[in-house]
Structures are given as structure tokens and as C-alpha cells.
């Protein structure tokens, strides 16, 4: 485990260990997928024939609304009052700004997710994105489950058959790129693409995330307040956050040329 993520996880339990605190990660679980995902399954049901890969993405879009109102009402039987959550806290969007930042894609908006799906490779972009989304909630909902179970056992055991669904769709999203991949190539070289964008939207999220907590008092005592603002201002010197999937990669693409 690096050093950000033993820090991920002090985090959180601090987070978890109030009614507030609780309901406000269940809450952001229940907004992680955003409006701009769904828009992206209605796009690639107008362009994928297949019939076994078109049922895959509608019972994937079912999944996540079911998703997000299991975790919403795991968020309201906290019994806590949340303050409004800033649209910049939005971690979809920002990996949405960053991929399209470095694809330097036009537009007033010029977001990922609001880009035309029309031919092959663009179906495996689109279908990539959604698996690294994917590859992150994993990560996330197992360390979420295991640290919420002496807190709410209840909602850690939907927490974990969530986490299993999500397996289910990351292997799916990606038998569906590979189905319309030009080249393996291609697909390799953009599942990096967004992975890295992905990892470097999420670091800048951890930042505002922590802005926001300490300035909404949700990290109790006012020496775990400096620390985390400490922790958040050293944020971007840290290793870029990759996902294990992601590690797993650079690590393989990395090995002939350490040996
Ligand atoms: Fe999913």
C-alpha cells in the first residue's frame, strides 16, 4: 500500500466514524456516476448491433441506477443534514475536463462525454472511459466496505454487492472496446491515455475534497484539520494515483525495460 493510500484510508474513517461524515461518502457514492454516464449508454446503444453487447450496456445502465439509489438511501438512513456539494467536487466531470484536455477537443464544453460516438474507435474510446470510471469504484467501494462495516454493517454489505456488479461491468466494458478496437495497439495505448487523465483528475479531486471537508468542519479536531490540509497541499508531489489496475499496467509495460 503507497503512502496517499494508507492516507485515503485515515481519511475516511475519520469521515466514517460520524452519522455526517457517513452520509456524506454514501452520499457522493450515489452521485459518482453522473448525468454525462448515462448519456454515454444511450449513445453506445445507438451505435453497437450486437445483441449480447447491447444487452450488456442496458443491464449496465440499469446497474448504476440502481446504484445510485441504493446508495442515496444508505446516505438518508444516516439521519444527517449535508451541506450543498459544490458541482466542482464532481469527480466524473473532472476526469471528463482532463481527458478532454489532453485530446485538445474544441468546443465551448469540450467534454468526453459530450463528444459524438460514430464509428468503431470511438465506441472503444467511449467504452474505455467507462472502464476506467469503473476500475476507480472498485478500488474504491472494496476499501469503502471493509472500513464502513464496524459503522454500518448494514450498508457495508450493499456496499460490497455493488463492488461485484462493478467487476462485472469493468469486464464487460472491456470485452466491448476489444470488440471494436482498430488495433490491440490503439487500445492499449488509450486505456494509458485515460487511465493517466483519470488519475490526475482524481488527485486534484482528493485536493478539493479535502478543501471542502475541513472548511464544512467534517474532520473533527482542529490538528486533524491542519494535517489533512498539510496532507492535501503535498498532494500533487505524491505519486500520481493510479488505480491497481493501472499500477498493474505500468508496472507490466515498464518490466523489459528494467530488465
Ligand atoms: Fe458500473
Do not use: N
Not at 485515503?8 to 461524515?21: A, H, Q, S, Y
Not at 457514492?29 to 453506445?44: C, Q, T
Not at 438518508?76 to 464532481?90: D, M, N, V, Y
Not at 492499449?188 to 482524481?202: D, K
Amino acid at each position: 500500500m503507497t503512502l496517499e493510500e494508507r492516507m485515503r484510508r485515515w481519511l475516511l474513517r475519520d469521515l466514517l466514524v460520524t452519522p455526517r461524515g457517513r452520509a456524506y461518502v454514501l452520499h457522493l457514492a450515489a452521485e459518482a456516476k453522473s448525468a454525462g454516464e448515462r448519456r454515454l449508454f444511450d449513445v453506445l446503444l445507438e451505435q453497437v448491433k450486437d445483441a449480447a453487447l447491447a444487452k450488456a450496456i442496458a443491464d449496465h445502465r440499469r446497474d448504476e441506477a440502481r446504484h445510485r439509489a441504493i446508495f442515496a438511501a444508505c446516505a438518508a438512513r444516516q439521519g444527517a443534514k449535508l451541506p450543498e456539494i459544490p458541482p466542482s467536487l464532481r469527480l466524473v466531470d473532472a476526469i471528463d475536463r482532463h481527458v478532454a484536455a489532453a485530446r485538445h477537443l474544441p468546443g465551448d464544453r469540450p467534454g468526453f462525454l459530450d463528444a459524438p460516438i460514430r464509428d468503431a474507435r470511438q465506441v472503444m474510446e467511449a467504452s474505455l472511459f467507462l472502464q476506467v470510471l469503473e476500475e476507480r469504484a472498485v478500488d474504491e467501494l472494496r476499501v469503502l466496505a471493509t472500513a464502513l462495516r464496524p459503522f454500518d454493517p448494514r450498508s457495508a454489505g450493499l456496499v460490497r454487492e455493488v463492488e461485484a456488479d462493478e467487476r462485472r461491468h469493468l469486464r464487460h466494458c472491456s470485452a466491448l472496446a476489444l470488440r471494436y478496437a482498430p488495433t490491440a495497439f490503439a487500445l492499449e495505448a488509450t486505456l494509458a491515455e485515460l487511465r493517466h487523465a483519470e488519475a490526475v483528475a482524481y488527485r486534484e479531486h482528493t485536493q478539493l475534497t479535502l478543501e471542502f471537508l475541513t472548511a464544512e468542519g467534517f474532520i473533527g479536531s482542529r490538528a486533524m484539520t491542519l494535517f489533512w490540509r498539510g496532507v492535501g497541499t503535498a498532494a500533487p508531489l505524491a505519486e500520481l494515483p493510479l488505480t491497481q489496475d493501472g499500477r498493474a499496467a505500468q508496472a507490466r509495460a515498464d518490466a523489459p525495460r528494467a530488465a
